[in-house]
């Protein structure tokens, strides 16, 4: 495969960064959005894409680095040229597959994957990195040049099914577990949000609010698939519902602290 030639495709701004990085090219495009979480019908076009985005402005507190943009690039790409899609196993990369699958449904490219998951446990013998981010960008470019990249052929077909599945679902959060895409609703966890609540007002004893940044951090650590602002987006549906109570700022997490409202 011609480095030179090779398009390279991310889920993830933070990704796009590190696999430039990784590979030295310029042939880098990402889907600068994290696909656990929000609705995701439709979004193979501009409408869809900008309901999503309007989701993603009314329910995060951060949402600059969302955008479709650059997938209009794909119309550079020359019949000639061999797609590299990068994913690693969580729950974004993983849908982010799939889609791009979808998207370049009818196209004649050779197309490759590149599972950074696995290509970190096989040289590094890891087997609990499951983002691309969580990589460094020495070893990520040690995984680039001495992990094969799977070539899709009959695995092409399973995953554009796939992604038919997903996106026709109305429930707005995803989990990878077993090589399988689940979705699920977005309270889900909910109930685990409010018990690690109860387990730091425990540790905390005379403290009554906990910085919701330690909960989101506490939380995150357990709950890898998603992100800090999926999470702290719960956190203020909890207190909407009036299971969790607050003070100060709900602008942003650094703003406000956060307690269970059963706790006196």
Not at 110 to 118: E, G, H, K, V
Not at 217 to 226: A, I, S
Request: proline residues 2%; contains cysteine; negative net charge.
């Amino acid at each position: 495969m011609n480095n030179e030639l090779s398009w390279h495709i991310v889920i993830g701004a933070s990704e796009e960064i590190s696999v430039k990085l990784a590979t030295n090219s310029s042939k880098v495009l990402a889907i600068k959005d994290n696909l656990s979480y929000g609705p995701i019908s439709h979004i193979e076009n501009t409408e869809g894409q900008n309901d999503r985005l309007n989701w993603l402005k009314e329910n995060m507190t951060s949402y600059d680095h969302y955008s479709y943009e650059e997938l209009k690039q794909l119309k550079n790409i020359e019949s000639h040229e061999p797609i590299i899609i990068w994913t690693a196993d969580n729950a974004s990369e993983q849908t982010g597959l799939r889609f791009l699958m979808y998207l370049l449904r009818d196209w004649s490219n050779d197309i490759y994957i590149l599972n950074t998951s696995a290509g970190y446990k096989k040289l590094f013998g890891e087997p609990n990195v499951i983002k691309t981010t969580e990589i460094n960008i020495d070893q990520l470019k040690e995984i680039y040049e001495k992990v094969d990249k799977r070539l899709v052929a009959e695995e092409r077909n399973k995953l554009i099914d796939e992604w038919k599945q997903l996106s026709q679902t109305k429930m707005n959060l995803r989990s990878f577990c077993n090589h399988t895409i689940v979705s699920k609703d977005e309270a889900a966890y909910d109930n685990y949000i409010i018990e690690t609540a109860r387990k730091i007002h425990f540790q905390m004893k005379e403290e009554p609010y906990i910085k919701s940044a330690r909960l989101v951090g506490e939380v995150y650590g357990e709950l890898r698939d998603f992100d800090d602002l999926f999470i702290e987006y719960r956190l203020r549906k909890l207190i909407e519902q009036g299971q969790l109570e607050y003070r100060g700022n709900l602008s942003a997490m650094r703003f406000y602290e956060v307690r269970v409202a059963d706790i006196v």
